[in-house]
């Protein structure tokens, strides 16, 4: 069973997850945070600006989306 989030309990990254693509399910945003540090940017996600953050986050969602 996959756990759906409200508002409280994320972090900052997860939030933003999930207001840049629609996204609640908590194994989904913990995914696609994954993949925005391992494919999408190579790095931690502390240097990136909001924008940048939020363009991750989708492309992320398109990569997981096709695997």
């Excluded at 939030?15 to 693509?21: D, K, M, N, Y």
Aim: net charge negative; glycine share 8%.
């Amino acid at each position: 069973m996959t756990a759906s989030v409200a508002s409280g309990g994320l972090s900052f990254y997860q939030a933003l997850i999930r207001g840049a693509t629609g996204v609640s399910d908590l194994e989904h945003i913990e995914r696609i945070e994954d993949t925005m540090r391992n494919v999408v940017f190579h790095s931690t996600l502390s240097w990136q600006t909001r924008e940048q953050l939020e363009q991750g986050a989708r492309e992320a969602l398109q990569i997981i989306t096709l695997v």
